[in-house]
């Protein structure tokens, strides 16, 4: 296996297309721009090329390196290089998945340019005709260059090559009214159908989301064919903050803040670590603007392509395309011209010259505002403590809100003044605060508090400090002396030992320098009238380190002491008043010691990595916490008493409306991408700050703060507004959910009901809206919170609802506006129209189940609500009288009396589905019209020219294709496609000259019957989410409509039993998917459309499974969950009936009785003279609970296990064989730390960080000092930024093709815009930073892998938790490319941390356990550590022979890896022992030729020659003593290189050497191919790809068959 980089050709094709970037140190800002963008860690729409790495998308799977793909990289573009003639060039391109749809001269001019040139679509319709003239890009490339040069972050992307991705690979006409039809060419940006065909996407589709469901606006498939639109031009607007209303100007820019004098409150705007949000959207956004027109040719009407995810979208027609109000133009005049935007960022310098510091230069760009360059100024180290200036620019004042280059006479050099600004009472207090947050900055309390959006990292603990360039600062070279190697103890193969306190380990920068003892309010506040005369704002007091106390005044000039004391009022300035204009000035003079470690806290401040500071979209709770010491804060403790709305979120003097916010920023434009942007960005922000204010209001709600707007009531039937926001118990209150199952039916109602807003909102149709809603789960209780429909409180609700029904079906209204904009979402969410009968027995249309709502809101908007039917009902839990179910479902005991009515199928099943049936429809129909055919030639013969009459069609539509070939090239399947098409289109939608053959006509129709489809023409399933709705009656005349229904959903409820449980067992059985925890094996659940309920299912059909020992990991995992899903249940009911003072009594007894092996733990009930003797009546009223306060004391561990056995046995129908926590941990192998992860997660609780012994039988784990704390459980809706999901989408796919630099490009341009939308922090750019770092160690820049990866991490960490999963995977890739950096002890470091993360979170026995072993052996091994790595090593091989089976090339690896080790320590016995059992692998499985075979025969000649040397040299000794003449035997240590080398293959990554004959070969195939393909019809050619692709299920992309097969590693 050669190191070498895939040879130099790899390299000189790197640097033709991927000019090296310059990391000179960046700007100020540059941390703030991340280089480069991520996504959603397992986004549930990854294609399943994502997925192909396992649960995360971990890219470039080996499969993808297996096939060669990226010889044809090479390949490609050598190509590029030589063949200047265009035809040439683009069909070399296409076959090898480039694609370009630009002419070739363009596109090597722009390989040339190294793309410094960013085309925007003008709605992505780029034509195929030439791009911008030579001149203009390598004008644009210079001013590049010079950009790059000065660290900002460079953008480039490729639109060219994804316009034609849409069909498979045709560059001419017929590319492009594909992506024309579906707003100005969405479509275009296609997954390459042939890896990841349309057919096969919806799989994963989350939420509404996924590109198969044609209406959405993000869709990406269902491009409709239809003449070019005509010329439009399309103009970016400047991103100009405060388009909407005044008051949501925050919300509608795509900045975080947009003055920093708007925000007098929350954290979230002043200060400036929260500010850096707003920093990394900028220099994206700012782009400056050039337009150049393109002339487009004409195209041929095609044929409407087929949507796999059901229907074909080509009944609808224009209707559908116009329908997402991306497409204004009259598609009738044929468009010969639209421009292309082409954008190019030009940055310049100007020096900033601040009171008392030197002057500084400052890189801006001309689209930034200036209020940005004020948020700079208040983070950088020595201007921090300045927030009242202005920026004058000879003598101007520059306002806040203009655009730089708006700004006369600013240019290049410019020299800009800050000018301090006399104080107002606001600036004053914003003062304050912005001090106190520079005092706290190190303070990890607001992130242990789970306050502000902060959260944890421990990253920097175990790398000590940046890996970027400070890391360069350690010892360069081997590093080899002093590296202390030895783990903990407790992280060592088989220690039992799983101790907490490592898990956060103490970071030296918590131990704060303390500045000042107190800063706070002075008790003479607010100052009175004389004083206000004189300019006081307000008081403050001070005791400094040194233990003076001070009176503070602030006044309109700064801040100055005065003569109080704290007794005494003296207002007048103290002598010296020490007048300074900020108060850190002030201090500095009064205070040695506050003038040195207040410098000392900013220097290391500005040393963390931004990514340690910024605040995250949505809170995450930590569930363990040290003990912290209560220091006073006077911003927090005003914070906590004055009222938050007085200045809620900083929009001063009022609240904020949600619901005007929510559906503003939904109205806002989306016509080209800088609009989608705006937009997104928009959505994005009001909902992570609606989500925030709810769960607020929630806590305040059932803490019991908030008054009820209907007191006099029961407290369960309690309704509250605050804030704006409307919230709602989760009891049955008005016996609406009566015959649904009551209260437990009102308690998942909410969670339905939020699934089908997330659908909605991803559907994203104009003119219907939804309510913000948020589900929060706290102390026990589930409140919902939405946001107010305008007027709705004003009037009854039988007024308000013009659409659907409030009694469940008995009175059911319908309304015509409201079935248009519900028809439109009819099809991807596979909703069928229907009627039925209200109370008078009159027939009303609906496109909805009957519950959701639909009413008209004061502000004329069509509001929908109640959406918790959106989703067909799931019939294995609805036992129906009379209703047979299907086989499959009787054998596994279905149906099952479930405790509430209302379960529905998952959106991701309903995909599934109907993907599945689409597939029986394909198959059907080709083989009906296969035996058609040959029936007709039997008879005819065979016609003149080779066509049968059912080509006709396609033979008109393309008359270029040479007539002989046409009946070899198609396959049965694409008739199928061809002819769907054509009949759908007779009903108008495309025209097409050609007839149909009736025969044909049939045979699509009989497809259709067999498969359920409601359209006899063309393939569309459809469910009615009402059929089996208690209270629901359909007419007459739909009976036999009905009875298909029925049958449909039956079919669907077999099809979860007996396809997606046994797939989801067999995908783990593969290791394609990995959960190590509760939370990640839900999600693969949910991935596949299966809900929790069928958990005991999934467990039984495992340990029915042969080769149930390969699944142990899931039995263990799917036990555990099972357990504390079911203790949660129990707690919920628990905590209901405890009072706030006996709170974390109740807790720490719940969790000794469920982990604890104490038998009798007592309960201590507060002490007594605490609780009122006559315990009045109003009190009892105000506890939301039934029964006495007290019955939870008496709980006993043996009751709580029978409970949580029978609620097993209950709710997911599986049998725990354990009546305790000892028993359970004994039979089921698991861990009691990892019960206890898990239950404090579910449930919320925060637990002291220290050890427990759960063991003791003499005393309770826990007591009450233990539970620190009690955080809601948040649900609520995820934005998605839809176009840099699609850029990232493409990327991958391009990555797994094997074009490395291309996918490069598209997941930097995805980086920047998923920043654009979410700012900095957000899973999505997680998973784009790995990806991203993964390409960068590919294509050999370790340096710019570290630093990405680094990104990577933190984010996790921050995001999702410092125990996650996904977090401890990206900590060992972190430590590979550590070690390729040559930073050895931080790779060990990192690998440790991750192993003990993983002993935490799952136990040693996990396969994934076995690759972190692998690597940790190895680095050990590299650094002569041979016993320790042996230990890694061996207990690697025992995990991998276990899951693998012994026989697989992963255990082969294992052993050569371990025989290694035994070579090195010159045991040679064992290193024979262990290669020969890999030898024999290796020769069973691969054959005696292959190359891994001959590897492993040629080292055991070796090591047999190295030990018989051994022999020898020791029999001498033996028989001549000391005077013996004694050979030098060869001892080597590893050579970092082979370890590298090693680390690489087992961690997936393969570099394949090419020789030159390799190149000439792969040149020849190409040149054949592309002779191959002008014969070819190219719509045939992509039908077919999209075929295979379904077909097999995404094999890997095929392999020209001269190409060198790659030796293929155990990875």
Not at 209 to 215: A, D, K, Q
Not at 319 to 338: I, S, Y
Not at 476 to 496: F, N, V
């Amino acid at each position: 296996m050669g190191n070498s980089l895939f040879a130099n050709c790899c390299r000189q094709v790197t640097d033709l297309l991927f000019q090296p970037r310059n990391s000179d140190s960046p700007d100020e800002r540059s941390p703030l721009l991340p280089k480069s963008p991520s996504s959603c860690a397992v986004c549930p729409e990854m294609p399943e090329a994502a997925q192909c790495a396992g649960l995360y998308p971990d890219i470039i799977p080996s499969e993808v390196v297996r096939t060669g793909s990226l010889q044809k990289d090479t390949k490609c573009i050598q190509d590029l290089s030589e063949t200047k003639d265009k035809e040439g060039t683009v069909t070399v391109c296409d076959k090898s998945g480039l694609r370009p749809s630009v002419d070739s001269a363009s596109l090597l001019l722009q390989a040339e340019a190294s793309h410094a040139v960013t085309v925007l679509p003008a709605d992505l319709g780029a034509g195929p005709g030439g791009l911008v003239d030579h001149a203009q890009s390598l004008e644009a490339c210079q001013s590049c260059m010079k950009l790059e040069a000065s660290g900002l972050a460079h953008r480039s992307c490729r639109w060219e090559e994804h316009v034609a991705a849409a069909d498979g690979g045709d560059p001419g006409p017929g590319a492009h009214p594909a992506s024309q039809g579906h707003g100005e060419g969405r479509a275009a940006m296609r997954l390459d159908t042939a890896l990841v065909g349309p057919d096969t996407v919806p799989k994963h589709g989350g939420p509404a989301y996924s590109p198969g469901s044609p209406g959405t606006q993000s869709s990406a498939l269902p491009a409709i064919v239809r003449k070019t639109p005509p010329a439009q031009t399309a103009v970016v607007p400047p991103f100009r903050p405060g388009k909407v209303s005044p008051k949501a100007r925050d919300t509608n820019t795509g900045f975080a803040v947009t003055e920093p004098t708007a925000c007098p409150g929350g954290r979230s705007s002043c200060d400036p670590d929260s500010q850096m949000q707003v920093l990394p959207s900028k220099q994206q956004q700012k782009k400056k603007r050039k337009k150049k027109k393109l002339p487009l040719p004409e195209h041929p009407s095609g044929v409407a392509l087929m949507n796999g995810s059901g229907p074909h979208d080509n009944l609808k027609g224009e209707k559908e395309a116009k329908q997402n109000g991306h497409e204004e133009a009259d598609p009738g005049e044929d468009g010969n011209d639209q421009e292309v935007i082409v954008i190019q960022d030009t940055g310049f310098t100007v020096k900033i010259c601040a009171p008392g510091i030197e002057p500084f230069s400052l890189q801006v760009s001309p689209q930034e505002m200036v209020q940005e360059i004020h948020q700079v100024l208040m983070d950088r180290e020595d201007t921090c403590h300045r927030t009242c200036f202005s920026l004058q620019l000879d003598g101007n004042v520059l306002d806040n809100f203009a655009e730089l280059k708006t700004i006369e006479g600013l240019q290049e050099g410019s020299l800009l003044k800050v000018v301090e600004e006399p104080y107002t009472v606001r600036e004053a207090r914003i003062h304050v605060r912005h001090i106190r947050d520079l005092l706290k900055s190190l303070d990890p309390s607001d992130a242990f508090n789970g306050v502000d959006c902060n959260s944890l990292s421990f990253l920097s603990v175990f790398t000590e400090g940046d890996l970027g360039d400070s890391g360069k600062r350690k010892k360069k070279g081997t590093e080899m002396e002093q590296i202390d190697c030895t783990p903990p103890e407790h992280i060592l193969p088989g220690s039992k030992e799983r101790p907490l306190c490592a898990l956060q380990p103490q970071n030296r920068d918590w131990k704060p320098l303390q500045c000042l003892k107190v800063l706070t309010m002075s008790g003479w506040n607010p100052p009175p009238g004389n004083r206000k005369m004189h300019g006081d704002l307000m008081y403050l007091y001070v005791i400094t380190v040194e233990d003076r106390h001070v009176s503070i005044t602030a006044s309109t000039r700064g801040f100055y002491l005065n003569q109080s004391t704290a007794y005494n009022f003296n207002p007048k300035p103290a002598n010296p008043s020490f007048l300074s204009h900020s108060l850190v000035e002030l201090l500095n003079q009064i205070s040695p010691t506050f003038k040195k470690n207040f410098s000392a806290l900013q220097k290391k401040r500005v040393q963390r990595h931004p990514f340690e500071r910024i605040a995250t979209p949505f809170q995450v709770y930590s569930w363990t916490a040290p003990q912290a010491e209560h220091a006073m804060d006077c911003v927090r403790a005003e914070d906590a008493y004055t009222s938050r709305l007085g200045y809620e979120e900083h929009i001063p003097g009022q609240t904020r409306d949600w619901n005007e916010e929510l559906q503003t920023t939904r109205e806002l434009p989306r016509k080209n991408l800088p609009e989608r942007l705006l937009r997104e960005r928009a959505i994005f922000k009001v909902h992570s700050d609606f989500t925030a204010a709810a769960t607020r209001g929630a806590m305040a709600v059932i803490d019991g703060n908030v008054m009820a707007i209907n007191p006099s009531e029961e407290t369960k039937m309690q309704m509250f507004i605050w804030n704006n926001i409307f919230f709602s118990l989760g009891f049955d209150v008005r016996d609406h959910y009566k015959d649904f199952g009551g209260d437990v039916a009102a308690y998942v109602a909410p969670t339905n009901d939020l699934n089908g807003v997330r659908t909605y909102n991803a559907v994203d149709v104009e003119g219907l809206y939804t309510l913000g809603t948020v589900v929060v789960d706290y102390r026990g209780y589930r409140v919902t919170a939405q946001s107010i429909i305008p007027g709705i409180l004003e009037r009854e609700q039988e007024q308000s609802v013009i659409y659907g029904s409030i009694d469940f079906g008995k009175t059911v209204v319908s309304h015509p506006k409201y079935l248009e904009l519900l028809e439109k979402t009819s099809r991807p969410l596979k909703i069928q129209k229907h009627k039925v009968l209200n109370d008078k027995n009159e027939e009303v249309e609906l496109c909805s189940s009957v519950e959701c709502k639909g009413i008209i809101g004061n502000d004329g908007r069509h509001y929908i609500l109640d959406l918790l039917r959106t989703f067909p009902p799931d019939l294995n839990f609805l036992p129906v009288e009379g209703e047979e179910m299907p086989e499959e479902c009787k054998k596994m005991g279905f149906p099952k009396q479930h405790r509430h009515k209302l379960c529905c199928l998952r959106q991701e099943l309903v995909d599934a589905f109907v993907e599945h049936r689409y597939l029986l429809f394909m198959k059907l129909a080709a083989l009906q019209l296969m035996q058609q055919k040959a029936n007709k030639q039997e008879s005819s013969g065979a016609l003149e020219n080779g066509a049968s009459p059912e080509n006709g069609a396609i033979d008109n539509e393309r008359p270029e294709s040479e007539d002989g070939k046409i009946d070899d090239n198609v396959t049965g399947l694409d008739q199928v496609k061809e002819l769907a098409e054509t009949i759908a289109s007779d009903d108008g939608t495309v025209f097409l000259p050609a007839p149909v053959d009736p025969k044909s006509r049939e045979a699509i129709r009989n497809a259709c019957k067999a498969v359920g489809s409601i359209s006899d023409t063309s393939f569309d399933i459809r469910f009615n989410p009402d059929i089996f709705s208690p209270g629901v009656r359909f007419p007459e005349s739909s009976k036999e409509e009905v009875q298909d229904q029925k049958q449909l959903l039956k079919d669907a409820a077999a099809f979860l039993l007996s396809c997606q449980i046994p797939g989801l067992v067999k995908d783990c059985l593969d290791h394609t998917v990995l959960p190590m925890d509760g939370a990640t094996l839900a999600e693969a659940m949910h991935q596949r459309g299966i809900n929790m309920r069928y958990l005991g299912k999934v467990i039984n059909f495992i340990t029915k499974t042969p080769g149930r020992a390969q699944l142990d990991h899931i039995f263990k995992i799917g036990i555990s969950e099972l357990i504390t899903r079911s203790a949660k249940h129990i707690f919920k009911t628990y905590l209901q009936g405890v009072e706030l003072s006996g709170l974390s009594a109740a807790i720490s007894h719940f969790l000794n009785c469920f982990l604890s092996s104490f038998p009798n733990p007592i309960a201590h009930l507060p002490a007594d003279e605490l609780v009122s003797k006559k315990k009045n009546k109003k009190r009892k009223n105000r506890n939301l609970g039934n029964a006495d306060n007290t019955a939870w004391a008496s709980m006993t561990p043996q009751e709580l296990w029978k409970n949580i056995c029978s609620e097993a046995k209950n709710y997911f129908d599986f049998s725990l064989e354990c009546e305790n926590a000892d028993q359970a941990a004994e039979v089921y192998n698991l861990q009691k730390i990892t019960l206890l992860r898990e239950i404090s997660l579910k449930t919320g609780v925060q637990i002291l960080l220290k050890e427990y012994n759960f063991d003791n039988r003499h005393k309770p784990t826990f007591t009450e000092e233990d539970i620190l704390n009690i955080f809601p459980v948040v649900k609520h809706v995820n934005p998605k930024a839809s176009d840099a999901f699609h850029f990232f989408q493409s990327g991958q796919a391009k990555v797994q093709q094997g074009f490395l630099k291309e996918g490069c490009e598209l997941i930097n341009e995805a980086l920047n815009l998923f920043n654009n939308v979410y700012g900095a922090m957000h899973v999505e750019i997680c998973a784009c930073l790995r990806l991203l770092a993964r390409l960068n160690y590919i294509m050999g820049d370790y340096s710019e892998a570290l630093s990405n990866q680094q990104k990577a991490v933190l984010m996790s960490e921050r995001v999702l938790g410092i125990e996650h999963p996904n977090t401890i995977q990206e900590y060992m890739h972190l430590a590979l490319y550590c070690f390729a950096n040559s930073q050895l002890s931080t790779a060990l470091n990192l690998l440790y941390r991750a192993r003990y993360l993983m002993l935490l979170v799952f136990g040693e026995d996990h396969p994934e356990m076995a690759l972190l072993d692998n690597n940790i052996g190895l680095v050990l091994h590299g650094v002569m550590e041979y016993d320790l790595s042996l230990r890694f090593l061996e207990n690697a091989l025992a995990i991998s022979s276990k899951y693998h089976g012994s026989k697989s090339l992963k255990v082969a690896l294992s052993h050569h890896l371990v025989a290694r080790v035994y070579e090195s320590k010159a045991e040679f016995r064992s290193a024979l022992q262990h290669e020969k059992e890999g030898y024999t692998i290796y020769k069973n499985q691969l054959g005696e030729h292959h190359e891994k075979t001959k590897e492993s025969s040629e080292y055991l000649k070796y090591l047999t020659q190295q030990a018989v040397a051994l022999q020898r040299t020791m029999n001498e000794i033996y028989k001549n003593g000391s005077n013996a003449n004694i050979m030098p035997l060869k001892f080597t240590a590893p050579s970092m290189a082979s370890v590298l080398e090693q680390l690489n293959i087992i961690n997936g990554i393969l570099f394949i050497p090419l020789s030159q004959k390799d190149l000439e070969n792969l040149k020849a195939e190409v040149q054949r191919r592309q002779q191959l393909q002008e014969s070819m019809k190219t719509a045939g050619e992509q039908l077919e790809a999209e075929d295979k692709a379904v077909e097999e299920k995404e094999a890997e992309p095929s392999m020209p068959s001269a190409a060198i097969p790659l030796t293929q590693s155990s990875a």
